[in-house]
């Protein structure tokens, strides 16, 4: 393999694409894609967000937010929210979004979105072109389509999108449970290093209903 050294540059890959949404008496919907988790236990993400943003000066304000996930039908009103500022335009309304009521902050949360997190600013950083804002995780608010029989979030039911470099991408083609290339079977049927997925198929979790399902049968 022939490799080419390039200046250093933001090539991470894939990124969650998501609208954030935040503000109380004027809420404004802003996209995002640098984003992430900091922490588990407490559950902690941050958001980074440029300072001629409209919404930075509502973010500082509130200290508050609501970070949307983005299906492929919501596509096309995310990448149009990301192009249009706050100060011009009512980003709800001219999207038909619904304003959802959260249950742990006062910035609104958008209906039409699966999966919202609902977010409390604890701190910020003046990183340079951005400010990183970091947060706890107070609620998350899922759609019940998206569960499984255990209670667990289904992501390939989602039609989330990713973000590549100034492209969006389709997810949700499942490959596997964390861990699975260990498993003893696994590692039996199909090897493990470099080539162990060429031959093996997707790697599916057994739900308890699943495995009900088998026993009937």
């Known amino acids: 393999m022939t490799k080419i050294v390039l200046k250093g540059a933001n090539l991470l890959a894939p990124l969650p694409v998501v609208m954030v949404s935040l503000g109380t008496e004027k809420p404004n919907i802003i996209t995002v894609a640098w984003t992430g988790i900091v922490c588990s236990a407490p559950p902690r993400v941050y958001i980074s967000v440029r300072h001629d943003r409209y919404s930075y000066d509502l973010l500082k304000q509130s200290g508050e937010f609501v970070i949307n996930f983005t299906t492929e039908k919501l596509l096309a009103a995310c990448d149009w929210c990301g192009i249009r500022s706050g100060r011009d335009v009512d980003k709800f309304a001219e999207m038909r979004f ?3 009521n959260a249950s742990a902050v006062k910035a609104p949360l958008i209906e039409e979105s699966p999966i919202n997190i609902e977010c409390k600013v604890f701190d910020a950083f003046d990183l340079g072109s951005h400010d990183m804002f970091l947060a706890d995780v107070l609620a998350v608010d899922v759609d019940e389509s998206l ?23 389709a997810t949700g083609r499942h490959l596997g449970r964390f861990g699975f290339a260990a498993q ?22 057994n739900t308890r209903a699943q495995k009900n399902d088998r026993r009937i049968k």
Request: proline share 2%; net charge positive.
């Open 98 to 100: 619904t304003k959802g």
């Open 147 to 169: 569960l499984d029989g255990n209670g667990a979030i289904d992501y390939s039911r989602a039609d989330l999108v990713s973000y590549q470099h100034g492209e969006y991408y």
């Open 184 to 205: 003893r079977k696994y590692v039996k049927n199909y090897g493990k290093g470099k080539d162990a997925m060429s031959d093996s198929p997707l790697t599916k979790r």
